[in-house]
């Protein structure tokens, strides 16, 4: 049933009743031994110690202010994307404009040595435009989902340039780690002033925006019939939300989620008002802030619980509800590959088609049928694998032939070469290639069940799983490593499937959902790490930070072996059930005529895919985008009429292996992780995926 929206002035006096409401208790909350009444006779006139003067003045009221002003601009912006494109789910830390931000946060800290709230903001407004930017120029082409997509992509991208120097920059990174969180803590007065002209700059260039905003959403053509330049309105947007978005992550970090809460809001309440929403987005955006900056000092006295992961818990199940909106719901079917190959293939007797490049080998009584592009394709990628292997033995810091390299392999040369090789690389090695191997692998299956390239263990939230699962076990345990615990990955992995399915309902034809249902779980789970991060000492914060991004260093035989047997055990049950697989990818329909049962094949697949995945994170922890990448790069070389099941695990095991050694070679005296590496080469990957899936 239609609900009709409110009237706006009702709705506008209730959340200033809420905002007036949270600004007192914000005001009269806190760590401190203060009693309310104190504050109150201090605001009213009364004299006090230096200490009241102290907390109330110099902590609580810039705090206070600090949430208005940065809920105020976050909400805008979202609202302000959402609007220009067109798309419920446009937000800026879904679509990479916050990582934009952070990112030129971070480079100004590191290259000019910035700490000032207006030497934040100048950097952070060229990050946020860069980001903005490229959002806007790809929001057109692509659906609601699909542009959230890109967005993680983009997001992936700048946050792997940002882990790759804050590895680098272990004083950089101990700033960061707090700063990320988006804490409101200890924000000074004077960063609020130094950003409020940039604030006050974007909310005007937001009402000026309202009028043509609104006849944009009528189309392009509408607009232009009445009177508006789109063109003129998408930049005066883009400069607003660059404004707003950068002065927010300049005072309190990359704050999430905010922007899709208010513009959810400001949408439910007003319906398609444009004006009114801007105003509400701005009381929503601020109201909701506020009050989880005031729950964030209380819910865990007494310490403060990180707000960024107060605003995810909020967030991720309102961008599942959107997500399941018809609007979205309406541009979702090109997320789901529902084609089947057609081209290559002849009917055949027996058991079903036969592929035109299959080719009859008989020996004697024995008959089997060999792909031939397949094979090839099998073959070049087993020697892709290898050159890998051997290229990352010879390259390093010291001067190494591929001739001494592999003497050494053998026990033949200088001591220090035969212990560079055999103790330290090898191991290594070994580990990349059962870690790429398995996430291959997974990231086959899981896109093969769900008919859908994108589907893959880092959209799925089945990595992050994975991830918790083991940092919580070595946060309870005596062990120096947190790789020691590799076991646990799987258990966590399986966690994570099993919320993903429940929420979604499945994979079938509504395969969008859990997509987008694992993208709002790995958002929590990745700022849960985050508030992991922050709790520990400076040491073991930077070896957890390494993991957690994907790491290879000081891996070998003892975590590398008991992986390669479950992979030895979990590759032959993927083949076991691949004709089954290779049916579902037909409708659900056909499926059940062949004769498959399609619950028991997506249990069976899915178990596995959970297995590998998480035995893979064991080992190097979540190295981004191999799944995604590993199986497309098969499958493009092995033809369309075959899952590439022994293809994915091999190109995986080349590009982590490679990733691993670029990572160790590419920066004189220090290492970037693999997981680093393959995150800032994957987010053009899969814009590229992206793009190539909607010409097709």
């Excluded at 005001?27 to 200490?51: F, I, K, N």
């Excluded at 509800?321 to 997320?335: I, M, P, Q």
């Amino acid at each position: 049933m239609f609900t009709q929206p409110r009237a706006p002035l009702p709705v506008f006096a209730l959340c200033l009743t809420a905002l007036l409401g949270l600004a007192a208790a914000s005001v009269l909350t806190g760590a401190g031994r203060v009693a309310p009444e104190q504050v109150v006779d201090y605001l009213l006139g009364a004299r006090g110690d230096h200490h009241l003067e102290m907390v109330v003045t110099t902590l609580r009221l810039p705090r206070t202010l600090a949430a208005l002003v940065v809920g105020a601009a976050l909400g805008v912006s979202g609202m302000l994307l959402q609007a220009v494109t067109r798309n419920p789910l446009a937000e800026t830390g879904l679509l990479g404009v916050n990582s934009g931000a952070a990112l030129g946060v971070v480079v100004g800290i590191v290259y000019a040595g910035a700490q000032t709230g207006g030497a934040y903001l100048v950097w952070a407004l060229g990050g946020a435009l860069l980001a903005t930017g490229v959002v806007l120029l790809i929001g057109s082409r692509f659906s609601p989902l699909k542009l959230v997509l890109a967005g993680a992509a983009l997001s992936a991208t700048l946050t792997g340039i940002t882990s790759a120097m804050l590895v680098a920059d272990p004083v950089t990174f101990d700033q960061y780690r707090f700063w990320v969180l988006g804490s409101l803590a200890g924000v000074p007065l004077e960063r609020v002033l130094s950003v409020s002209p940039a604030i006050l700059a974007g909310l005007g260039m937001a009402a000026l925006a309202a009028r043509p905003l609104a006849a944009l959403s009528l189309g392009d053509d509408m607009a232009v019939a009445l009177g508006h330049r789109p063109g003129r309105t998408r930049v005066t947007v883009t400069v607003a939300v660059t404004l707003l978005s950068a002065a927010a992550v300049a005072v309190a970090g990359p704050i999430g989620f905010l922007g899709l809460l208010a513009g959810y809001l400001a949408r439910t309440l007003l319906g398609g008002r444009v004006g009114p929403q801007i105003v509400l987005s701005a009381l929503a955006g601020a109201l909701v802030l506020l009050g989880a900056d005031v729950l964030a000092r209380v819910v865990m006295r007494p310490y403060e619980a990180p707000v960024s992961l107060l605003i995810a818990i909020l967030g991720g199940p309102v961008l599942i509800v959107v997500a399941r909106s018809r609007a979205v719901a309406a541009g979702a079917g090109d997320l789901i590959s529902d084609r089947t190959p057609r081209r290559g293939a002849r009917s055949g007797p027996g058991r079903g088609p036969l592929p035109s490049d299959a080719l009859p080998v008989r020996l004697g009584a024995l008959s089997v049928l060999l792909p031939v592009r397949s094979s090839f394709a099998v073959a070049a990628l087993a020697a892709l694998a290898a050159a890998a292997g051997v290229t990352a033995l010879v390259a390093g810091q010291s001067a190494m032939t591929a001739g001494q390299a592999l003497d050494a392999l053998r026990g033949i040369g200088a001591g220090g070469q035969i212990l560079l090789v055999q103790e330290i690389r090898l191991p290594r090695v070994v580990a990349g290639l059962v870690a790429g191997a398995a996430l291959g692998l997974s990231g086959c299956l899981t896109q093969a069940l769900a008919r859908n390239r994108l589907a893959t263990p880092d959209m799925l939230g089945i990595n992050q799983g994975a991830v918790i699962a083991i940092m919580l076990a070595g946060l309870f345990s005596s062990a120096e490593m947190l790789f020691e615990h590799w076991w646990t990955g799987p258990l966590g992995a399986l966690a994570a499937a099993v919320v993903v399915f429940a929420i979604s309902g499945g994979v079938g034809t509504q395969g969008y959902r859990f997509i987008v249902t694992g993208l709002a779980v790995t958002t929590l789970a990745g700022a849960l790490t985050q508030s992991i991060l922050a709790w520990q000492g400076l040491s073991s914060a930077t070896a957890i930070h390494s993991w957690s991004v994907g790491s290879l260093a000081g891996r070998g035989y003892p975590v590398a072996l008991p992986v390669a047997a479950g992979l030895a055990l979990l590759l032959p049950a993927a083949l076991a059930v691949s004709r089954r697989l290779d049916v579902m990818r037909f409708s659900e329909d056909v499926g059940t005529g062949l004769g498959a049962n399609p619950r028991t094949t997506r249990l069976a697949v899915l178990a596995l895919a959970v297995a590998l995945a998480g035995l893979a994170i064991g080992i190097g922890g979540p190295i981004a985008f191999v799944a995604l990448a590993a199986p497309v790069i098969a499958a493009r070389l092995s033809g369309p009429t075959r899952l590439p099941l022994v293809g994915a695990p091999l190109t995986g095991a080349a590009l982590v292996v490679a990733a691993d050694t670029i990572g160790r070679v590419i920066a004189s005296g220090a290492e970037i992780p693999a997981g680093v590496v393959t995150s800032v080469l994957g987010g053009p990957f899969l814009l590229w995926t992206l793009l190539s899936d909607r010409r097709s």
